[in-house]
């Protein structure tokens, strides 16, 4: 089963003048397989061996540049695309400030695929099982010897001759090398397995144990459970024994305005207010975002009463009606903060601003709906004046 | 003493042989710890546990057991975290910094330095994590795509700090690894046990010492040391960053990030010297870690002073000159206010003691120099305690001024971090060697052929 | 060590120095006399410019041999005659620095009485920025740099016949003592000539910012002398690539080192937005002049360090040379930046003008002779000192 095979010839010699040396004696003779060990790197070996420059450089180049670009680009897309915000009055690409974390993600990821690159591509390790390994060969050079491998796969390998090239380069030993050929898979091995499947285990259990346990056990929930008072909960602090306190009487909330005609479903006219808003294209595009946003399901986009509601909700009658086009502005304002019919109040979802608003917007659609002929032409004239610009 | 400066001194002394070297660093590996060594370990180990006490009750109670206040937010933890940063800085730059320029004395005193930083950090790691008060959601400080559809916010200096800090560490390990791969190669060829032996050839990943290798290794070690020179850099500067975005005075300040940098640089060569004086002398390293490397880490420590010297100069100079009157009060106030002490603590340990090296006998002589190292520790503390507490304790408003004392927990805590360094370096003498055997063999005396690269000049 | 045997053969410096450095020279100056009557307070401006870059040869150059004792190096020991030559420039400086105290009117809005009364901060500066305490700094300044480059210059050429090993030690000492006088002296000058310009602004850096241009500048003109007399083969055949390197290594250092100083300062002034600050940086942005801004990024800091990234650049003597000169102008335009931008008539946007390149033309003869003045019967390698050998037989 095992055969032992040749894998090289070995000899060691004392002072490194002499690896030097041989190093050269060896390239000049023709042989590529082979190796110089030493227990530490010996200042000019490269030229001796006549080794090409690394190429290590490369991979760092190649790598470093990635983890720059990667940086900025991704700063760039969650600061400025996908989640843009204001901070500390900056603008959302903010390059000095994003230059630290670019270096450092260069640097990480330029120094990891220099190394990895290096053990995994350069050296092939880890090899833990290369026919030098536990060689008196291999004791000595990792102590303070200098040794030169000639392996039997180079091409001009002769057993006899390679010896006799060595013993004429004075060496203090000699050592052929064998090793054992093995053929089964190691990735396959039960051992390798079974550790695979451990890891699997304790990293997918202490996963679940932390997110789904000890995340609710003190002092970790002591988010939830702290001293304070929940919307809508009981509270022990109070004789009556509700969290939720109403006002105290005589109390008025900040930026309440009273309302005379509130609650009526028909207001004196003297009641109504007047619109304090002028007509201006900021006030129209307010008031048709909170119009699309809170009219629109029932009235219609374009307040013809077209329902997208399919029923679920009775019809209300068009804004273009006669009736409707007769309200005064205030009266318009009353149906927002009162309701009317089936109609809620919108008073929650609107305040005092985004209600004349919507007010105007209204008149805005009712004078489309039934525009003259001078507004045609106007119209027109505008459409131009913009299509030329 | 006359030297002769025709003759480079030797990195090495005694005219040790390479076997000699290796069996030197070698033994403490191979021998069983002795009764001092329990014992030091005991008192570092008790050190950890007082600091693990207090932290779990931090944890339990909440951050109201610690002596921050309002207007002082900022106190211990990040005292803590910028002081053991900083210590961090000394390995990277002796393993990085002094082999770009060649210094052949680093390698004795390297491996230990890199060391040194990679607990430092981690040290160091431990406050920012737990200042958050729920350290357990730290894990919000990655950009990764959570449930909040939120993003860190990559325009703070706090986040930073995440990212450089993190880096740091990883660079720092892999760096120090790639060192030792070599070593573990060769304590794998010398050992007899069967365990050791397993274990070393794990980690020295199939090592074989073979010149094809070690040409791309020297110039992978080239390459990261490329990189960890201004990775150093940055850290602390990301670190000074912390404070100097702000717009507080005595925070605000433009030369905040040379002057962390040279601080960080200063009192890690001084925990670096503190610690080697013991382990040369208790692993009889002598001839490895010379008298001639503790004078020249010294200088450094002395050049380094005089940058903070100058740092602390230009610092007020400026803020008289600046017209700035918020900023002519901090330092007024910094060096006559409640913190006086404080400060003048500060001065004298950082600057003033460390002029002593000026002198030749006291840089050679190990009761002065463990004197100054030490206070230069205190001193390095200091800074970064007056730097944080007296530029926050007195706010605009003088409504809001306030004194800050630290309270039992705190002080628990940074003797915790204390242990934590010392219990890891203790077991590290023990677990790997201290110096890097194969850097050290390359620059033993007669280790390289007699002129470099024989064939350039052939 | 086959290379013991080293023997200096006394060499001039080529002929052409002496005669190009006089045709620059005279040209230069009569430009700069019409430049003078065409428009004084430009000229003034750029003059400035002029002595602030011979500054930063001159004491940075005393910097160097001073680095080169104190920490002990030995592959820079054959060029150190180099910058011990551009250090003759140093006692000029008493004489360079005459038009500018006579014209400081022109230059310095803090010496005008009236302004600084009705200025509650300048006010408040004036214990500091007045002319008189100016004056005395300046010349004190001065003083002490020639003080040390005649001991440490001296020393070193008393060495070449004496050989005594103790000028070394002797020089190791004067130049500890004279590390830290330099980063104050550089400091306050930097302040005085080129902050003050404009008097409200302040930042701590600005010292070490400014420091970091000399070396750079300092450091490229060695480099750019050592190539040239390479090229005229002065240094064969001891000088290898590792000696090229060396210098393309501590330049590419730099180098990171300026743009690593520069965007501290930038970033921590643009990120507090403090009015009292911002508004220097402003000036810079606006108009025309964030051309030249970007442009300083690009020629001190993106433009070399893509030159010298790899490591074969650092020691090609052709790229060498080129990267040193670009690094002079690099320097130049720095300066020019901080300085131009407080003219009156500059503040709103760059103005063109050819006065601008008069007193560079000036300063290239000007250098060119004070280099040959000063090696004319000197060694132009150390012959005498005990680390020589070392720096011949240097090898990474």
């Given at each position: 089963?095992?055969?032992?095979?040749?894998?090289?010839?070995?000899?060691?010699?004392?002072?490194?003048?002499?690896?030097?040396?041989?190093?050269?004696?060896?390239?000049?003779?023709?042989?590529?397989?082979?190796?110089?060990?030493?227990?530490?790197?010996?200042?000019?070996?490269?030229?001796?061996?006549?080794?090409?420059?690394?190429?290590?450089?490369?991979?760092?180049?190649?790598?470093?540049?990635?983890?720059?670009?990667?940086?900025?680009?991704?700063?760039?897309?969650?600061?400025?695309?996908?989640?843009?915000?204001?901070?500390?009055?900056?603008?959302?690409?903010?390059?000095?400030?994003?230059?630290?974390?670019?270096?450092?993600?260069?640097?990480?990821?330029?120094?990891?695929?220099?190394?990895?690159?290096?053990?995994?591509?350069?050296?092939?390790?880890?090899?833990?099982?290369?026919?030098?390994?536990?060689?008196?060969?291999?004791?000595?050079?990792?102590?303070?010897?200098?040794?030169?491998?000639?392996?039997?796969?180079?091409?001009?390998?002769?057993?006899?001759?390679?010896?006799?090239?060595?013993?004429?380069?004075?060496?203090?030993?000699?050592?052929?090398?064998?090793?054992?050929?093995?053929?089964?898979?190691?990735?396959?091995?039960?051992?390798?397995?079974?550790?695979?499947?451990?890891?699997?285990?304790?990293?997918?259990?202490?996963?679940?144990?932390?997110?789904?346990?000890?995340?609710?056990?003190?002092?970790?929930?002591?988010?939830?459970?702290?001293?304070?008072?929940?919307?809508?909960?009981?509270?022990?602090?109070?004789?009556?024994?509700?969290?939720?306190?109403?006002?105290?009487?005589?109390?008025?909330?900040?930026?309440?305005?009273?309302?005379?005609?509130?609650?009526?479903?028909?207001?004196?006219?003297?009641?109504?207010?007047?619109?304090?808003?002028?007509?201006?294209?900021?006030?129209?595009?307010?008031?048709?975002?909170?119009?699309?946003?809170?009219?629109?399901?029932?009235?219609?986009?374009?307040?013809?009463?077209?329902?997208?509601?399919?029923?679920?909700?009775?019809?209300?009658?068009?804004?273009?009606?006669?009736?409707?086009?007769?309200?005064?502005?205030?009266?318009?304002?009353?149906?927002?903060?009162?309701?009317?019919?089936?109609?809620?109040?919108?008073?929650?979802?609107?305040?005092?601003?985004?209600?004349?608003?919507?007010?105007?917007?209204?008149?805005?659609?009712?004078?489309?709906?039934?525009?003259?002929?001078?507004?045609?032409?106007?119209?027109?004239?505008?459409?131009?004046?913009?299509?030329?610009? | 003493?006359?030297?002769?400066?025709?003759?480079?001194?030797?990195?090495?002394?005694?005219?040790?042989?390479?076997?000699?070297?290796?069996?030197?660093?070698?033994?403490?590996?191979?021998?069983?710890?002795?009764?001092?060594?329990?014992?030091?370990?005991?008192?570092?180990?008790?050190?950890?546990?007082?600091?693990?006490?207090?932290?779990?009750?931090?944890?339990?109670?909440?951050?109201?057991?610690?002596?921050?206040?309002?207007?002082?937010?900022?106190?211990?933890?990040?005292?803590?975290?910028?002081?053991?940063?900083?210590?961090?800085?000394?390995?990277?730059?002796?393993?990085?910094?002094?082999?770009?320029?060649?210094?052949?004395?680093?390698?004795?005193?390297?491996?230990?330095?890199?060391?040194?930083?990679?607990?430092?950090?981690?040290?160091?790691?431990?406050?920012?994590?737990?200042?958050?008060?729920?350290?357990?959601?730290?894990?919000?400080?990655?950009?990764?795509?959570?449930?909040?559809?939120?993003?860190?916010?990559?325009?703070?200096?706090?986040?930073?700090?995440?990212?450089?800090?993190?880096?740091?560490?990883?660079?720092?390990?892999?760096?120090?690894?790639?060192?030792?791969?070599?070593?573990?190669?060769?304590?794998?060829?010398?050992?007899?046990?069967?365990?050791?032996?397993?274990?070393?050839s794990l980690f020295s990943l199939g090592w074989r010492h073979s010149s094809r290798h070690w040409q791309h290794y020297e110039k992978s070690?080239?390459?990261?040391?490329?990189?960890?020179?201004?990775?150093?850099?940055?850290?602390?500067?990301?670190?000074?960053?912390?404070?100097?975005?702000?717009?507080?005075?005595?925070?605000?300040?433009?030369?905040?990030?040379?002057?962390?940098?040279?601080?960080?640089?200063?009192?890690?060569?001084?925990?670096?010297?503190?610690?080697?004086?013991?382990?040369?002398?208790?692993?009889?390293?002598?001839?490895?870690?010379?008298?001639?490397?503790?004078?020249?880490?010294?200088?450094?420590?002395?050049?380094?002073?005089?940058?903070?010297?100058?740092?602390?100069?230009?610092?007020?100079?400026?803020?008289?000159?600046?017209?700035?009157?918020?900023?002519?009060?901090?330092?007024?106030?910094?060096?006559?206010?409640?913190?006086?002490?404080?400060?003048?603590?500060?001065?004298?340990?950082?600057?003033i003691f460390p002029q002593l090296f000026w002198v030749k006998k006291f840089r050679r002589s190990i009761p002065v120099m463990m004197v100054?190292?030490?206070?230069?520790?205190?001193?390095?503390?200091?800074?970064?305690?007056?730097?944080?507490?007296?530029?926050?304790?007195?706010?605009?408003?003088?409504?809001?001024?306030?004194?800050?004392?630290?309270?039992?927990?705190?002080?628990?805590?940074?003797?915790?971090?204390?242990?934590?360094?010392?219990?890891?370096?203790?077991?590290?003498?023990?677990?790997?060697?201290?110096?890097?055997?194969?850097?050290?063999?390359?620059?033993?005396?007669g280790a390289q052929p007699s002129h470099h690269g024989g064939v350039v000049n052939a | 060590m086959h290379q013991t045997d080293f023997h200096?053969?006394?060499?001039?410096?080529?002929?052409?120095?002496?005669?190009?450095?006089?045709?620059?020279?005279?040209?230069?100056?009569?430009?700069?006399?019409?430049?003078?009557?065409?428009?004084?307070?430009?000229?003034?401006?750029?003059?400035?410019?002029?002595?602030?870059?011979?500054?930063?040869?001159?004491?940075?150059?005393?910097?160097?041999?001073?680095?080169?004792?104190?920490?002990?190096?030995?592959?820079?020991?054959?060029?150190?005659?180099?910058?011990?030559?551009?250090?003759?420039?140093?006692?000029?400086?008493?004489?360079?620095?005459?038009?500018?105290?006579?014209?400081?009117?022109?230059?310095?809005?803090?010496?005008?009485?009236?302004?600084?009364?009705?200025?509650?901060?300048?006010?408040?500066?004036?214990?500091?920025?007045?002319?008189?305490?100016?004056?005395?700094?300046?010349?004190?300044?001065?003083?002490?740099?020639?003080?040390?480059?005649?001991?440490?210059?001296?020393?070193?050429?008393?060495?070449?016949?004496?050989?005594?090993?103790?000028?070394?030690?002797?020089?190791?000492?004067?130049?500890?003592?004279?590390?830290?006088?330099?980063?104050?002296?550089?400091?306050?000058?930097?302040?005085?000539?080129?902050?003050?310009?404009?008097?409200?602004?302040?930042?701590?850096?600005?010292?070490?910012?400014?420091?970091?241009?000399?070396?750079?500048?300092?450091?490229?003109?060695?480099?750019?002398?050592?190539?040239?007399?390479?090229?005229?083969?002065?240094?064969?055949?001891?000088?290898?690539?590792?000696?090229?390197?060396?210098?393309?290594?501590?330049?590419?250092?730099?180098?990171?080192?300026?743009?690593?100083?520069?965007?501290?300062?930038?970033?921590?002034?643009?990120?507090?937005?403090?009015?009292?600050?911002?508004?220097?940086?402003?000036?810079?942005?606006?108009?025309?002049?964030?051309?030249?801004?970007?442009?300083?990024?690009?020629?001190?800091?993106?433009?070399?360090?893509?030159?010298?990234?790899?490591?074969?650049?650092?020691?090609?003597?052709?790229?060498?040379?080129?990267?040193?000169?670009?690094?002079?102008?690099?320097?130049?335009?720095?300066?020019?930046?901080?300085?131009?931008?407080?003219?009156?008539?500059?503040?709103?946007?760059?103005?063109?003008?050819?006065?601008?390149?008069?007193?560079?033309?000036?300063?290239?003869?000007?250098?060119?002779?004070?280099?040959?003045?000063?090696?004319?019967?000197?060694?132009?390698?150390?012959?005498?000192?005990?680390?020589?050998?070392?720096?011949?037989?240097?090898?990474?």
């Open positions: 089963m095992h055969n032992k095979n040749l894998f090289g010839v070995s000899a060691l010699f004392d002072s490194p003048d002499k690896i030097i040396s041989v190093a050269k004696k060896t390239t000049d003779a023709g042989y590529k397989k082979f190796d110089i060990n030493t227990p530490y790197p010996v200042h000019g070996m490269e030229k001796a061996m006549k080794l090409k420059p690394s190429k290590l450089g490369f991979i760092t180049l190649v790598f470093g540049l990635t983890g720059s670009f990667i940086a900025l680009l991704f700063m760039y897309w969650t600061m400025s695309v996908d989640y843009p915000m204001i901070i500390s009055g900056k603008p959302f690409f903010a390059l000095p400030a994003f230059i630290p974390v670019t270096f450092e993600v260069t640097v990480l990821l330029a120094t990891l695929a220099t190394v990895i690159g290096m053990i995994t591509f350069f050296f092939k390790f880890p090899e833990n099982h290369h026919p030098l390994h536990d060689t008196n060969y291999m004791k000595q050079v990792s102590k303070d010897k200098f040794g030169l491998v000639i392996e039997s796969a180079d091409k001009n390998f002769e057993l006899e001759k390679v010896k006799e090239f060595l013993q004429s380069l004075n060496p203090i030993a000699i050592e052929e090398i064998y090793y054992q050929e093995k053929a089964n898979n190691s990735l396959l091995e039960p051992r390798f397995l079974t550790l695979l499947f451990a890891i699997a285990l304790v990293t997918s259990g202490t996963t679940y144990f932390v997110l789904n346990k000890l995340l609710y056990m003190t002092p970790f929930d002591w988010m939830s459970t702290q001293l304070k008072l929940n919307p809508q909960k009981p509270s022990d602090l109070f004789s009556d024994g509700y969290g939720m306190r109403s006002p105290v009487k005589g109390t008025v909330a900040q930026g309440f305005m009273p309302y005379l005609a509130k609650g009526n479903p028909n207001p004196n006219s003297n009641d109504l207010l007047e619109n304090p808003y002028l007509i201006t294209e900021e006030n129209i595009k307010l008031g048709k975002s909170k119009y699309l946003t809170f009219c629109s399901p029932c009235h219609g986009n374009f307040g013809d009463g077209d329902s997208r509601l399919r029923g679920q909700f009775p019809n209300p009658p068009s804004l273009h009606s006669k009736r409707a086009q007769d309200f005064k502005d205030g009266m318009i304002y009353h149906v927002i903060v009162n309701g009317q019919n089936s109609m809620p109040s919108y008073a929650p979802y609107l305040n005092h601003e985004e209600r004349w608003s919507v007010v105007n917007y209204i008149r805005v659609l009712q004078r489309a709906k039934n525009a003259s002929e001078s507004d045609i032409q106007f119209a027109k004239k505008e459409n131009v004046k913009n299509a030329s610009n | 003493m006359n030297i002769d400066y025709s003759q480079e001194a030797p990195a090495v002394a005694g005219r040790l042989t390479l076997a000699e070297i290796e069996e030197l660093v070698a033994k403490p590996l191979d021998t069983r710890p002795d009764k001092k060594y329990f014992i030091a370990l005991s008192i570092s180990g008790s050190a950890l546990m007082i600091g693990a006490i207090c932290l779990a009750l931090s944890f339990y109670y909440g951050l109201g057991l610690w002596g921050n206040n309002q207007p002082i937010g900022w106190a211990f933890d990040i005292v803590n975290f910028v002081f053991w940063v900083g210590i961090g800085h000394a390995g990277t730059l002796i393993s990085a910094i002094l082999f770009l320029l060649r210094q052949k004395w680093r390698t004795g005193i390297a491996r230990f330095a890199e060391a040194m930083t990679i607990f430092a950090v981690m040290c160091a790691g431990i406050f920012p994590a737990i200042h958050t008060g729920r350290p357990w959601l730290d894990g919000y400080l990655l950009p990764y795509p959570n449930q909040h559809s939120l993003w860190v916010n990559f325009t703070s200096p706090l986040l930073w700090d995440v990212f450089a800090v993190s880096t740091y560490f990883t660079v720092s390990l892999v760096f120090w690894y790639i060192g030792l791969i070599p070593d573990f190669a060769t304590l794998r060829d010398r050992t007899s046990s069967k365990i050791k032996k397993t274990i070393y070690y080239m390459l990261l040391a490329g990189f960890a020179t201004p990775l150093v850099l940055s850290v602390h500067t990301i670190v000074s960053f912390d404070f100097a975005v702000s717009i507080l005075p005595g925070w605000h300040t433009t030369i905040f990030p040379p002057y962390f940098v040279a601080g960080a640089i200063f009192s890690g060569f001084a925990m670096v010297v503190t610690v080697l004086v013991f382990v040369r002398k208790i692993f009889d390293l002598e001839n490895i870690i010379t008298m001639d490397h503790l004078e020249k880490m010294n200088k450094v420590i002395l050049a380094t002073g005089m940058m903070v010297g100058y740092a602390y100069g230009m610092e007020f100079f400026i803020a008289w000159y600046s017209g700035v009157q918020a900023e002519q009060f901090v330092f007024v106030n910094r060096a006559f206010g409640p913190y006086a002490w404080a400060y003048w603590i500060m001065v004298s340990c950082n600057v100054v190292v030490i206070l230069v520790n205190v001193g390095m503390w200091f800074e970064r305690f007056v730097i944080t507490v007296t530029s926050l304790h007195r706010d605009f408003l003088p409504s809001s001024w306030a004194y800050y004392t630290p309270t039992l927990y705190d002080f628990g805590i940074l003797i915790g971090s204390f242990g934590l360094f010392f219990t890891l370096v203790i077991l590290f003498t023990k677990s790997l060697p201290v110096v890097s055997i194969s850097e050290v063999k390359a620059v033993a005396e | 200096y053969t006394h060499k001039e410096l080529p002929t052409g120095l002496k005669k190009f450095g006089s045709i620059f020279l005279i040209a230069g100056l009569i430009l700069a006399a019409v430049a003078f009557f065409v428009d004084r307070e430009r000229t003034i401006f750029n003059y400035l410019i002029f002595y602030s870059m011979l500054i930063s040869l001159g004491v940075g150059s005393l910097f160097l041999i001073a680095l080169e004792y104190v920490s002990g190096a030995d592959w820079s020991v054959p060029f150190r005659r180099i910058p011990e030559f551009l250090s003759g420039i140093l006692p000029l400086l008493f004489v360079l620095v005459i038009p500018l105290l006579i014209f400081n009117h022109d230059l310095f809005h803090w010496t005008h009485k009236e302004a600084v009364e009705q200025d509650a901060i300048l006010k408040g500066k004036e214990p500091y920025l007045n002319i008189t305490f100016f004056i005395v700094r300046v010349l004190a300044f001065i003083a002490v740099w020639v003080i040390f480059y005649l001991i440490i210059g001296k020393n070193s050429s008393k060495q070449d016949s004496s050989k005594d090993q103790n000028l070394t030690r002797k020089n190791i000492i004067y130049s500890a003592i004279f590390i830290p006088i330099f980063a104050i002296t550089i400091t306050f000058t930097s302040i005085d000539w080129l902050m003050s310009l404009e008097p409200h602004w302040f930042s701590t850096i600005f010292g070490v910012y400014y420091f970091a241009g000399t070396v750079i500048a300092s450091l490229a003109a060695v480099t750019l002398i050592v190539v040239s007399l390479k090229e005229r083969g002065y240094y064969q055949p001891w000088i290898t690539d590792d000696h090229l390197y060396s210098f393309g290594a501590l330049l590419f250092a730099f180098v990171n080192f300026w743009a690593y100083i520069a965007f501290s300062q930038y970033l921590l002034i643009w990120y507090a937005n403090l009015p009292e600050e911002t508004f220097w940086f402003l000036t810079r942005w606006e108009g025309s002049w964030s051309i030249i801004s970007i442009l300083l990024i690009f020629v001190h800091f993106i433009v070399p360090y893509a030159v010298l990234l790899s490591q074969p650049a650092k020691m090609n003597p052709k790229k060498l040379k080129f990267i040193s000169i670009w690094l002079l102008f690099a320097h130049l335009l720095d300066i020019y930046w901080l300085v131009m931008p407080n003219m009156a008539e500059m503040k709103s946007g760059y103005i063109f003008s050819w006065i601008d390149f008069v007193f560079p033309i000036l300063g290239v003869g000007f250098v060119m002779l004070v280099f040959s003045f000063f090696g004319k019967n000197k060694n132009l390698i150390p012959i005498g000192d005990p680390k020589l050998k070392r720096g011949l037989n240097f090898h990474l």
